[in-house]
């Protein structure tokens, strides 16, 4: 599967943004959809995942509260909405796709449970 991240740009710090994510080649509803996050100078990090029906999420401790991932299957793409944005949400953030429903678990899942990866999408937030 092929994925597209797109929504990215500047935003001031308590404002909202929301990320799309197209997938193509493939149907969606065969993946568990994540999205990471790489701040300068730091590793990749969990942002979020959302099983393949999309009645399952989990979210990283940073931003559980902040920002809801969604998935429209029909359409083949999966969403993050961010509201209440912070400097340090500041970073690449990237779709993945893991075949695995098992990504959405009681652990948050790593980089190697996804196997395709979109390109990443760029936003800062100001303060």
């Known amino acids: 599967v092929q994925l597209q991240a797109s929504g990215g740009g500047l935003v001031q710090a308590g404002g909202s943004l929301r990320l799309p994510c197209a997938a193509s080649g493939r149907t969606l509803s065969n993946y568990a959809m994540g999205w990471f996050r790489q701040a300068p100078g730091k590793e990749r990090e969990f942002v979020s995942v959302?099983?393949?029906?999309?009645?399952?999420?989990d979210y990283a401790d940073s931003v559980k509260g902040r920002f809801t991932m969604s998935r429209d299957n029909a359409k083949s793409t999966v969403y993050l909405q961010m509201t209440n944005l912070r400097p340090e949400d500041t970073a690449l953030y990237y779709c993945?796709?893991?075949?695995?429903?098992?990504?959405?678990?009681?652990?948050?899942?790593?980089?190697?449970?996804?196997?395709?990866w979109g390109q990443g999408t760029q936003f800062t937030v100001s303060s």
């Open positions: 959302i099983n393949k029906s999309g009645v399952k999420r």
């Open positions: 993945a796709a893991s075949i695995f429903n098992r990504v959405v678990s009681g652990s948050h899942p790593s980089l190697d449970d996804f196997q395709s």
